[in-house]
């Protein structure tokens, strides 16, 4: 199941229409419940089809915008071939998440939760009160949510995303201040860190600050984590623009781990995506990634590729099929697999 990914948020969507993530979303940072305009977007913008009229107009609201309602369903099927060994299929539901916003002083105070609900036991994803001036231009959030730190990808097994160790599968607790204005995107967050739990305490402050012009944006991120099992600095570039039909996403990410034998581990990874808008409904996603686990220890580096190709039918319903090349060095096998899957991904 650890090679299946889990998430929601596809950022070359923002990049292709030249919006924040803010602009769809109730999250200032992406991801999750979508708002009124998020809704309206996925009806008119990204299917290949429009929705009976019968059900057009759904928009998640409730009680004149006090109450806000989502979900996301995905199911998929991967197939993963080892050489030496037998390929294995694993399928069923990847996640069942529900998602509610509850204004309780309407455009200033809110709670938002992001609750888990399948496989397995419900778990809480994301659970905060968010204080904030209309139009989310000053914001504070306190509670347990996703960090920010580069691109908020729907595959949190990215190199990049495993890495960083920032995804919207590893939530953390603490406080964080934010500004949205219409060129910049800032936020700043005190937490404990994904990685400080049980014996391992500590805490982590995190940064971001994202450039937005109408050719595209440019950001970067930093992160400072101080814990007992070992600290850990972080670092992040990362960038987005559209050619024609086609919305780019690059990221590269550095990371010093201290807490080894042998001292210091530095540690970087690489992504360049590239979505093209085949039509409206059908999106072709062309992925190459880089790691080096450490800069001391030559030819140690893993690559992967993915082409991904997306169907929207029609609004809410979402067909995604792809193949992944994985490479390594040539003594470990794992490390150079091959993936396919097929995943039906549902939202409301």
């Not at 030249?18 to 809704?39: D, I, S």
């Not at 109408?214 to 050619?243: D, I």
């Not at 792809?322 to 490390?335: A, E, S, V």
């Amino acid at each position: 199941m650890a090679l299946m990914s889990m998430a929601q948020a596809e950022p070359y969507l923002a990049i292709r229409a030249g919006l924040k993530c803010v602009a769809c979303h109730v999250n200032p940072t992406g991801g999750g419940l979508r708002n009124a305009v998020g809704n309206t977007f996925a009806q008119n913008v990204i299917p290949a089809n429009a929705l009976p009229e019968a059900l057009q107009g759904w928009n998640g609201s409730l009680f004149d915008d006090r109450l806000r309602l989502g979900g996301d369903l995905r199911t998929a099927t991967t197939r993963t071939s080892v050489s030496g060994q037998p390929t294995r299929s694993v399928g069923g539901n990847e996640q069942t998440r529900l998602y509610a916003d509850v204004q309780l002083i309407k455009d200033y105070l809110g709670a938002y939760l992001d609750q888990q609900v399948a496989p397995g036991k419900s778990e809480r994803q994301e659970a905060y009160v968010r204080l904030s001036t209309p139009g989310l231009s000053w914001y504070a959030k306190a509670g347990q949510f996703y960090l920010p730190f580069g691109w908020r990808l729907q595959d949190s097994l990215a190199f990049v995303r495993q890495l960083s160790g920032v995804s919207m599968t590893v939530p953390d607790k603490g406080l964080e201040l934010g500004h949205e204005s219409d060129e910049w995107s800032l936020q700043l967050v005190r937490s404990n860190g994904p990685g400080n739990k049980g014996g391992t305490t500590g805490h982590q402050t995190t940064a971001q600050a994202i450039w937005m012009q109408p050719w595209g944006r440019v950001g970067a991120a930093a992160a400072q984590v101080k814990s007992t099992a070992g600290n850990r600095q972080a670092w992040g570039l990362f960038a987005g623009t559209t050619t024609g039909p086609v919305a780019w996403l690059a990221e590269f990410d550095m990371v010093s781990d201290a807490g080894y034998p042998e001292g210091k581990r530095r540690q970087y990874a690489t992504l360049l995506e590239a979505n093209w808008l085949v039509q409206q409904g059908h999106n072709l996603k062309l992925t190459s990634e880089y790691l080096d686990p450490d800069r001391r220890v030559a030819h140690d580096n893993k690559v992967r590729y993915s082409l991904v190709y997306e169907y929207t039918p029609f609004a809410f319903v979402q067909l995604r099929a792809g193949y992944r090349k994985f490479g390594g060095i040539p003594q470990n096998t794992i490390d150079n697999r091959r993936q396919s899957f097929v995943e039906l991904h549902g939202l409301f």
